[in-house]
């Protein structure tokens, strides 16, 4: 409904095509920046699955407090591979003559640099491997998609 408004890089819609006022819209964002705020510190939010975009959204709207969410959080728990895995992709890519697709991942290392230092969540990737902590295999796919080259 912003992009009604004309925010987010859309054209703005007449003011009587529009669905709710701007002075709501904002109202809404404002609640809605309270509640994944209130949802990262109680823990409900690494609790959730597929949160990526929720996140870039909510980094945009609150700036610097969500990188400061992340550097607290890195080392607790299983925050890192909860991060690792949010921010990995994965896909099926297939050569020409290739019978059977390959499985490949990617992590967009220069958006991602914008939550995290990546040397750190990286260094806490190869260490999970290493000691055999990557049961998901968070680690692992990470680190293979760090290293893709797409």
Same mark, same amino acid.
């Given at each position: 409904?912003?992009?009604? %408004?004309?925010?987010?890089?859309?054209?703005?819609?007449?003011?009587? +095509?529009? $669905?709710?006022?701007? +002075? %709501?819209?904002?109202?809404? +964002?404002?609640?809605?920046?309270?509640?994944?705020?209130?949802?990262?510190?109680? @823990?409900?939010?690494?609790?959730?699955?597929?949160?990526?975009?929720?996140?870039?959204?909510?980094?945009?709207?609150?700036?610097?407090?969500?990188?400061?969410?992340?550097?607290?959080?890195?080392?607790?728990?299983?925050?890192?591979?909860?991060?690792?895995?949010?921010?990995?992709?994965?896909?099926?890519?297939?050569?020409?003559? #290739?019978?059977?697709?390959? $499985?490949?991942?990617?992590?967009?290392? &220069?958006?991602?640099?914008?939550?995290?230092?990546? #040397? $750190?969540?990286?260094?806490?990737? +190869?260490?999970?491997?290493?000691? @055999?902590? &990557?049961?998901?295999? /968070?680690? /692992? %796919?990470?680190?293979?998609?760090?290293?893709? $080259?797409?």
């Amino acid at each position: 409904m912003a992009g009604e %408004h004309g925010r987010g890089g859309e054209d703005a819609k007449p003011e009587d +095509e529009r $669905r709710l006022s701007l +002075e %709501h819209v904002e109202i809404l +964002e404002q609640r809605l920046v309270d509640r994944v705020a209130r949802d990262a510190a109680t @823990g409900d939010l690494v609790k959730r699955r597929n949160v990526a975009s929720l996140i870039w959204w909510w980094q945009e709207s609150a700036g610097p407090a969500v990188r400061s969410w992340i550097d607290a959080n890195l080392d607790t728990g299983d925050f890192a591979p909860w991060l690792m895995a949010t921010f990995t992709s994965e896909g099926v890519g297939q050569a020409m003559g #290739d019978m059977v697709g390959q $499985r490949m991942y990617t992590v967009n290392r &220069d958006s991602l640099s914008k939550l995290v230092d990546i #040397d $750190r969540l990286s260094a806490i990737a +190869e260490r999970r491997i290493a000691n @055999g902590e &990557d049961l998901d295999q /968070a680690a /692992a %796919h990470f680190v293979a998609g760090l290293k893709s $080259r797409y």
